[in-house]
């Protein structure tokens, strides 16, 4: 994976399609402000980056695994297939939850009456339904709302939510194989999960989408931090 330099808000060497401006960008913003829920802000964008990292780390792992055993290896190679599956798609949306946890710890920060995170159950309640919903009661018109919008309608974050609450709440889901007669050639097959080919465009073909829309939503971020916060 291509690097780029280490984030000045953590350290961490992010993956190439991280969108480091606008991200460092809010959180600079967000800081400035001052209130009791500025370490739920950090402690989110943090995790926004640490999932980030996670999604290629568990890509490279499966796409050696797949390309070297195919979809029908022996149980423990498989196992680790499994593995790296399930870390890929519940890093996936742990992004995109990490990111509304931090938006709505920024709109507690400006309006606390709106955005209720003093308690465990309120930190529960937290999600992009609740978060987008204070946006819409504190800045009606604000453009943010329809970033946050377009998230919730998208194909492919539909499909990483799906694909995370069945393999967390479910099954492990099961795999159509194909045999080739061939001796040189490693078994193909299907995921039923999501009735596609289970090779190495399972979790590469997603990377590009979850950067695309986390640059969406960081440049949204950073323009409403920016309007609203101050650089310390």
């Known amino acids: 994976m291509g690097q780029a330099r280490p984030l000045s808000v953590n350290g961490l060497l992010m993956p190439s399609g991280f969108p480091a401006s606008p991200f460092e960008a809010t959180y600079w ?16 964008w943090n995790a926004v980056s640490y999932r980030y990292h996670a999604l290629f780390d568990y890509s490279d ?21 499994e593995k790296n599956l399930f ?15 931090g938006m709505f710890a920024l709109g507690a920060m400006l309006s606390p009456g709106t955005f209720p995170l003093a308690t465990p159950s309120d930190r529960q309640r937290v999600a992009i339904g609740s978060t987008t919903a204070g946006y819409k009661r504190t800045w009606a018109s604000d453009p943010i709302i329809t970033t946050f919008e377009a998230l919730s309608k998208d194909p492919l974050y539909q499909g990483l939510r799906d694909a ?32 596609s080919p289970l090779d190495e465009r399972t979790t590469r073909s997603r ?18 931090a920016e309007a609203r916060g101050k650089a310390p």
Request: proline share 4%; no cysteine.
């Open 29 to 44: 913003a967000a800081v400035g402000l001052t209130g009791p829920f500025i370490g739920d802000f950090v402690g989110a």
């Open 61 to 81: 792992a499966f796409e050696v695994s797949i390309k070297q055993h195919g979809a029908a290896p022996e149980a423990s190679i498989r196992y680790t297939q």
């Open 87 to 101: 870390g890929f798609f519940s890093s996936a949306f742990s992004v995109f939850e990490a990111y509304f946890f």
């Open 164 to 195: 995370r609450n069945v393999l967390t709440h479910r099954v492990a889901p099961g795999r159509t194989i194909y045999v080739s007669f061939s001796e040189d050639e490693t078994p193909t097959g299907d995921w039923k999960l999501l009735n």
């Open 207 to 224: 990377l590009d989408g979850v950067s695309r829309l986390l640059e969406m939503l960081m440049n949204a971020s950073q323009l409403f």
